[in-house]
């Protein structure tokens, strides 16, 4: 019996949905979280797909024909599939672009949801066959179903209803996750936090982008410090350069506000200091270190489920310093960062943490002493900044250096103000991070002027 006859999506089903991805881009939008190349049966559907998803995520519009043909045979001959094979890939793309779908489409819509589940819950299955036996990957194979479980949850709702409920806006806003029942946890720039009600909120990942050895990861033991205090609990993941220790002993003269030498000499005013601060917030912030290249955010989300059930811990912020030292998935950079960023989102809102991640910035230089590091200028940009809730950037001159000063700029903001510069002061033996006071702006100010 043919898998037409026996499986209720068959070919022609499939073919009409990978055809509105080529030809729709409302119903692309409107379903993409319920199509992905992978559900596909038929492999000329998903190679079509994946190649032509591809180039919409990179250009954000959907590709021509031509372009998408051109593309599939860059595509056949990098995973050497010629001869019969490519000529009926490029055969079927032809087909898919002919198909009128101006008779079914709102049938196939009704459909495709359910489609997507079905495929992704079966995948799923398929996949943790081989480790629910292996007592070490039975987080992993929890995840896996768990996400397959949530595709399509969001799709097809119908939305909000605005008008006739116009009046009542502000007050459903104040109910809603994103502007109300959200904790907030301030940076301590006060610019920002009055654009964002408070502060960046839980659940919402953000962005400091810096040239390496710039300062951004001080600035985020800053942020990481002012949680501390004001008692949520943080745990502070880094991965490459800095250990365990070096980042206990950043967090250790930020909350002391003794120069790290002292925090390392272990003075008598270090241990007095320290004796108090270990009563009050003993299980406000854990630190992890993990060698570059052997984690990936499945690490992170693992430990952090270690956590919560072992020591009842879960962290109101995570800092991640930083992704791009993770384990790649695949050896395109470009996806390889969607896809990274796309998992700590989900960290992000599966715990109800608010993430600051630290992303490098390479080969940057100013054209003049003025000039920010803004999202275009990181790798892989687009990727990174389509998951980001905010996205800042640490700026420092050597004249700024000498003076103690940098420049943090805040380039993206989902829900709040943009594109503004908060002028800071410095002392990165303490990483210690504070806007400047009026006085010191109006200061910095005419000293940048002679």
Known sequence: MSKAATYQYSEQFQRRIAALCLQDITFLRDFGDVIDPKFFDYDYLSSILKVSLNLVIKHNQLPSHALLAEEIKEFCDKYHVGGESKTEILDQLRELYEIDLTSDVEAVKERVVRFGKRQSLK????????????????????????????????????????????????????????????????????????????????????????????????????????AVNELHPTVHVTIGDLDEIDVGIRYAARLTGLPMIE??????????????????????LRVKFFPSATATPQTVRSYLQKLRTVDGITP????????????????????????????????????????????????????????????????????????????????????????????IYVDKVRRGERMYIVKVHTEFDKAYIRELTPEELEKSQLEDEE
């Not at 796309?342 to 600051?356: H, N, P, V």
């Not at 054209?367 to 420092?396: P, Y």
Request: glycine fraction near 8%; aromatic fraction near 8%.
């Open 123 to 226: 995948s799923a299955v398929m996949e943790v066959a081989d480790l629910i036996d292996k007592d070490d990957e039975f987080d992993k194979a929890s995840e896996i179903v768990s996400k397959a479980l949530a595709v399509g949850e969001n799709t097809g709702k119908l939305g909000l209803q605005v008008f006739g409920k116009f009046n009542s806006l502000p007050d459903i806003a104040v109910n809603s996750p994103q502007y109300g029942k959200r904790t907030k946890i301030p940076t301590r720039l006060s610019r920002l936090d009055r654009a964002l009600n408070g502060g960046p909120g839980c659940g919402e990942t953000w962005i400091m982008m810096g040239l390496p050895g710039s300062g951004k990861s001080q600035c985020l033991v800053n942020f990481g410090a002012i």
């Open 263 to 284: 925090v390392i000499q272990g003075s008598d005013r270090y241990k007095r200091r320290a004796q108090k601060l270990d009563e009050l917030l003993e299980h406000y």
């Open 316 to 407: 109101e912020m995570l800092i991640i310093d930083y992704p791009d030292e993770f384990k790649p998935y695949i050896d395109n950079d470009y996806q390889n960062m969607g896809r990274i960023y796309s998992e700590i989102g989900a960290i992000s809102s599966e715990f109800s943490t608010l993430t600051w991640v630290a992303s490098q910035v390479q080969r940057w230089k100013p054209d003049h002493d003025s000039d920010v590091i803004t999202m275009n200028n990181i790798a892989d940009s687009w990727r990174k900044a389509a998951k980001a809730d905010g996205i800042c950037s640490f700026n420092q001159t050597i004249r700024e250096y000498e003076r103690n000063q940098a420049r």
